[in-house]
């Protein structure tokens, strides 16, 4: 079905409201010839006419009169929205939904944008906690947050946290009655402690490199999680080896509660970016966001 223009009644409702083709032309930066043309043309389109032209002046007709009490107020209400938009363009307010691994938003988003909160009044904030990849346009959301080397090229990507890389863990206790693993491979061995990842169902299968060589090991053990606390938890009650981030262990390190294995297996990765599609209109509000999330080293 085509789509009605709606711009000669709305000239109608200036011409109306003026009561001069002359008035009404120069408001609507057109001829006043060009302009009764249109009133011409909206009166044949409508079949009756709307109004009564006299050499010295323009009137409505009943039939004039009563659109433009139905339309007036209307575009009334259009150009007040339009000039709140305006507004908007410069005042930082409205919805920024973001996706993110419980890690990231607990180390990272949330440290950054609780500042955000205070600051902004007038911006609202969703951090969806997600471990697995997922598709932000789909969803709806503004931006997701991944590992560097994992973004997509069409995206635009913000670093927004240091390098990090992965360690297996897991307490001296555990090691009491295992031995340490000398290689990757040696994991199938061990009681580890897998992570699902929610939004593909697939658990995460571990990844090492050597000499600029990836390797990865599909573990097995008696507990799956989600989330990277529950798994910290789980390794230092000694029931398996985690693979987990550096930083999220490394008080627990450095006090004798983990121990941490394979380090040579384990090189640094670029840390988390915010990323976005290339061709998105950025919000004040998401701007704000962008600007506090981003990593300064």
Known sequence: MARTNYNDIFAFAVVARSKSFTRA?????????????????LE??????????????VSTTQAGER????????????????????????KPAGM????????????????????????????RLEIVSDSGFVDIAALGLDAGVRLGESVEKDMVAVRIGPDERLLPVASPSYFERRPVPA????????????????????IYAWEF??????????????????????????????????FVPEEAVRSHIE?????????????????FHLYYPSRRHQSPAFQVVVEALRYRG
């Open 255 to 271: 006090r004798g509660e983990l121990v941490a294995m394979l380090e040579n297996w384990c090189p640094a990765i670029p840390g």
């Open 25 to 41: 032309a120069a408001e609507l930066g057109i001829s006043p010839s060009a302009l009764s043309q249109t009133m011409r043309a």
């Open 183 to 202: 290689s990757p491979q040696d994991l199938v061995r061990h009681d580890c402690i897998n992570l699902r990842l929610i939004s593909s169902g697939t």
């Open 209 to 242: 490199q050597q000499d600029g060589r990836p390797l990865r090991v599909r573990v097995d053990g008696p507990l799956i999680f989600s989330s990277i606390r529950l798994s910290v938890d789980a390794a230092l009650e000694g029931l398996g080896i985690a």
């Open 96 to 123: 920024v939904r973001i996706t993110a691994s419980e890690h990231a938003a607990e180390t990272i988003l949330w440290p950054k944008l609780k500042g955000v909160v205070r600051d902004y009044p007038d911006i």
């Open 67 to 90: 659109l433009l009490a139905t339309v007036s107020p209307r575009f009334e209400e259009i150009e007040a929205e339009l000039l709140a938009l305006g507004e908007l363009r410069d």
């Open 44 to 57: 044949e389109r409508l079949g009756y006419r709307l109004l009564t032209r006299t050499t010295r002046s």
